[in-house]
């Protein structure tokens, strides 16, 4: 069974930085491709970031764009999301996401493990 867990959401600032952290146990977390959505209140879950299974490849949404940062370290069985200049509209629960497939995808369905989510709140 696979288990992911994230931490580092938190109440910030517009133009403030936060930094999520998603650990993973009970899979092979070099083999998976990782994903990070987020959902607002009223709204459907949606695609934040991706990152290939080496970290060699990353794709964002349009809305975080040079404002967010994916990355992972697979000796330590971990994804991050950096994100920076942070507005009121990316708050939301923040959920990390485990894809068995070699492919990045920015579908929700395609993720076959999810975290529990962490809250990000961000005032104007």
């Known amino acids: 069974q696979v288990q992911l867990v994230e931490s580092g959401g938190g109440l910030v600032q517009a133009g403030g930085s936060l930094r999520l952290s998603c650990t993973t146990s009970?899979?092979?977390?070099?083999?998976?491709?990782m994903g990070w959505f987020r959902q607002a209140p009223g709204k459907e879950r949606e695609f934040v970031a991706t990152?290939?299974?080496?970290?060699?490849?990353?794709r964002y949404a349009d809305s975080v764009k040079g404002r967010f940062t994916i990355s992972r370290d697979n000796a330590k069985n971990a994804v991050y999301l950096q994100m920076n200049s942070l507005k009121p509209e990316d708050t939301a629960v923040y959920y990390c996401?485990?894809?068995?497939?070699?492919?990045?995808?920015?579908?929700?369905?395609?993720?076959?493990?999810w975290g529990q989510g962490t809250q990000v709140t961000v005032s104007s």
């Open positions: 990152i290939s299974w080496s970290g060699g490849s990353t």
């Open positions: 009970g899979g092979t977390f070099s083999t998976y491709v």
């Open positions: 996401a485990a894809r068995s497939d070699f492919r990045r995808s920015d579908s929700r369905r395609d993720y076959d493990y």
